[in-house]
């Protein structure tokens, strides 16, 4: 198999100007770009560039994929939007790592050597960028959840200690959105692993009368200028900037209502796992169950079917023996499955030795031609050796 890489940058913030798309262009005459995107695949080279380096100059997402078993996304926001310390909480050695610059974070989440061969030999990596960009939206306002899910990865490589301790698990990890599915997906995330994540909403989670309660105590408490400033920000289209402002000041103001944490609220890697164990039991539970459920139904179905058969033996066999006459492959495949059909509703509504019986009759007609006896004999319906 040759080699196959796809990349895809997109520039939100800022639309490229006319000498960056030059600059791109002498980069490569293949690609794709406008002035918000540069799309191209290879089959055979690389990219004539950096792609850190574009992602500082250029371009605010990207993502790639080589069909080795290999795929990134990274992400470029404000430094505004972080500090540095939040980062570091979350950073795992290859999985999920940070670099800044003079004005933004750019932000990495890879997946290197996946065991899914048949995803990569499948896939080439249009449609990610749609289904991941929305994550740089989610961070300016302030969801975590995304940080949390590189750590995860990171877990689910096996390159996290198991005495480690988690980073302060967001709220909503156990109902993700889609564009962060998509990320747990993109990074191959173990899903008992996931699951296990996400009881930290259970344990910690507040009902909605105290946690409106406690939104009403601090929007009290925050000074008037403040409020205008948010407000100023909205009326002038920052309505991100603000709810990303409000949304960390929050935070803070409920990290200082419990200066120490509560025991047991974040727990080892070790843990996660003890709980991904039980999760992955609880799955297969559930999937057996359904799987039950769901033969159940079939074959439900499948005796309502052969009840209609039952109802008139005498046309389905009439049928079958036009199917026999016209003599070809296509139609002999149908006679197979329709003796087999008549077989279980004989066997379901009246008797198999009736339906032995007009098989023999059946036989009579049609037992040389050699391909239909083929077929039924491998059915487990006839015997060449039968007379």
Known sequence: ????????????????????????????????????SFVNDYQWGNLKGDPADWMRRYFDAHVYVANW???????RVPKSA????????????????????????LLEWGLDESDNDDRFAEEDGRGWMGRLAPLRDELLRGDMRPLYLGWLAGVSAGEVDEKAIEPQPPPGLSRLTAAQQALA?????????????????RQGSKPD???????????????????TAMLKLLLT????????????????????????EKPGTRRTVAELQKLAASAAEARKRQEAVRRKKAEA???AKRETYLRTLAAD?????????????????????????????????????????????KLVQFMVRHGKRGALVRRLADAGLWKKSSR
């Not at 997906?185 to 909403?201: C, I, P, Y």
């Not at 289209?237 to 120490?260: C, M, S, T, V, Y």
């Not at 005498?314 to 197979?336: F, H, M, N, T």
Request: overall charge negative.
């Open 237 to 260: 289209g920052n309505a991100q900037q603000a709810e990303r402002k409000l949304k960390l000041r929050f935070l803070a103001w409920q990290r200082e209502q419990q200066p120490i």
């Open 313 to 357: 033996f005498d046309r389905c066999w009439q049928a079958v023996d036009k199917l026999a006459e016209r003599g070809i492959a296509s139609a002999y495949d149908e006679v197979k499955r329709a003796l087999v059909d008549l077989s279980d509703a004989y066997a379901l509504c009246a008797a198999r030795a009736d339906f032995d019986q």
């Open 185 to 201: 997906e993109f990074l191959e995330v173990d899903v008992d692993l996931l699951a296990a994540a996400g009881l930290s909403d």
């Open 82 to 105: 972080f500090d540095a310390e939040t980062l570091r909480a979350f950073k795992t050695k290859t999985v999920f790592s940070v670099e800044q610059t003079k004005t933004h974070w």
């Open 209 to 227: 009368s105290e946690s409106n309660a406690e939104r009403d105590v601090w929007i009290a408490a925050l000074p008037a200028a403040e409020k």
């Open 1 to 36: 198999m040759s080699e196959y890489q796809y990349y895809e940058f997109v520039a939100i913030d800022e639309p490229l100007t006319p000498q960056q798309m030059t600059e791109l262009r002498a980069r490569s005459s293949r690609a794709s770009i406008t002035p918000t």
């Open 69 to 75: 078993c290999t795929c990134l996304l990274y992400l």
């Open 297 to 299: 139904e079939r074959q």
